[in-house]
């Protein structure tokens, strides 16, 4: 009888681990994209359920097909009534009708398409089941040792866990083979069939230089988010596993992402720049200017809309001086583009007391911004594209006049 007792308690406790394999268990960590240094970890190779982290990989394989001409981004993919049927967050697109592949990246980047993440994966492999085992040999390929996929989703699958750590390989690698489609992680808004789609990664929106990659959630997950961040030249990858809500997986990352940018040397832009005696020529497009007579004399606040928070920097100098020419260089070399942007020079402190004067011009679009430096860089001028502040304090009138 105690023989049998005790089969009966192992046998049960046999299933239990079955049924669940994994749970929704806290973890962090922060990488230097570059080095690959490790900034920040905890329970980092602790297994999780991605949830829609997922679709990074599925997107890695999207990416893989446009590169090797498998694809292009106006093949049309082909609605199953099996992936039409996926649940939401889904677009809801009727079986039969076709999507490009462009619109797929958008689909599943912004509004985080289930269906769209299905219909892919059957175009791909013709059964999502074998594109999942494509997905996971190459996550093993990437390093990704402790990750197994079993759809292209994240739908709840108890055999689909990853870590951490595996997730920031998986953005390491998207930025280093496909740096020519990693514009796709910072879209925030597209339209398809006549409905408008916003990104659900506020932090996007939110957070200087977080400018890519992915949100999460399943119920059995929590709430997941990888992020890609660049301040001075320094990009970092952060990944937050298991948060309890959107608003505080957002507060965790920020908060990583901070220390991490303190520890390297960078800092956020204030909300206030000097551009003192440097005169603006044409009016800023996409903003408002409000005078405000302050204890310092005369100012103006800018305020830009979402299309022109966007700016470039050009360098960081020992100088302001050297800093406003640096910025003035860059404007007069691209005025098609640059022109009417708000030059600025932002300082940052290091830990050492010497202070650096970085060289900014404000009130770009994204592609404006992206544009300029890619044209800069033609011209050997050193240039990093940002996300700007929502308004900014003048310290002079003639900046705008």
Avoid at 31 to 45: F, I, P, Q, R, S
Avoid at 340 to 357: A, E, M, R, Y
């Amino acid at each position: 009888m105690a023989r049998f007792t005790v089969a009966v308690v192992i046998l049960l406790l046999a299933l239990a681990v079955q049924v669940r394999p994994a749970e929704a268990k806290y973890a962090s960590f922060i990488m230097d994209a570059d080095t690959g240094e490790v900034l920040h970890a905890v329970n980092a190779d602790t297994r999780n359920y991605p949830a829609s982290l997922t679709k990074m990989m599925t997107l890695y394989k999207v990416f893989e097909a446009l590169e090797s001409g498998r694809w292009s981004m106006n093949t049309r993919l082909r609605m199953s009534r099996r992936a039409a049927g996926q649940p939401p967050s889904k677009i809801g697109l009727p079986a039969g009708k076709t999507i490009s592949v462009r619109d797929a990246i958008l689909a599943l980047t912004i509004k985080s398409a289930n269906d769209i993440a299905a219909a892919v994966a059957e175009n791909y492999s013709g059964k999502e089941w074998k594109f999942a085992k494509e997905m996971t040999k190459t996550a093993r390929r990437l390093g990704m040792d402790r990750t197994t996929f079993r759809n292209a989703s994240g739908l709840p699958n108890r055999g689909q866990l990853s870590t951490a750590r595996d997730m920031s390989k998986l953005a390491r690698a998207l930025l280093r083979d496909f740096p020519q489609h990693y514009h796709f992680f910072s879209q925030t808004r597209f339209e398809f069939a006549g409905k408008s789609y916003k990104t659900h990664n506020k932090l996007l929106l939110s957070y200087d230089g977080a400018d890519g990659f992915k949100t999460g959630y399943i119920r059995a997950s929590g709430f997941n988010l990888v992020t890609s961040a660049k301040r001075d030249g320094r990009r970092l990858i952060g990944v937050v596993f298991g948060a309890n809500s959107s608003r505080k997986r957002n507060r965790l990352m920020a908060k990583f992402l901070d220390r991490a940018f303190a520890s390297l040397g960078s800092a956020p832009a204030p909300v206030m720049a000097s551009a003192r005696d440097i005169p603006t020529p044409t009016p800023l497009p996409g903003s408002t200017a409000q005078e405000d007579q302050g204890d310092g004399g005369p100012r103006r606040v800018v305020e830009f809309d979402k299309h022109s928070r966007w700016g470039i920097q050009v360098g960081a100098f020992n100088r302001s001086a050297q800093a406003e020419t640096m910025a003035l260089k860059a404007r007069s070399t691209l005025p098609q583009l640059l022109d009417g942007g708000i030059v600025s020079i932002v300082p940052l402190t290091k830990k050492n007391g010497t202070t650096l004067h970085r060289a900014r011009v404000y009130g770009l679009s994204k592609r404006e911004a992206y544009r300029a430096c890619k044209l800069l860089e033609r011209r050997r001028i050193p240039c990093m594209e940002l996300r700007g502040p929502q308004s900014m304090e003048m310290a002079s009138l003639n900046a705008l006049d």
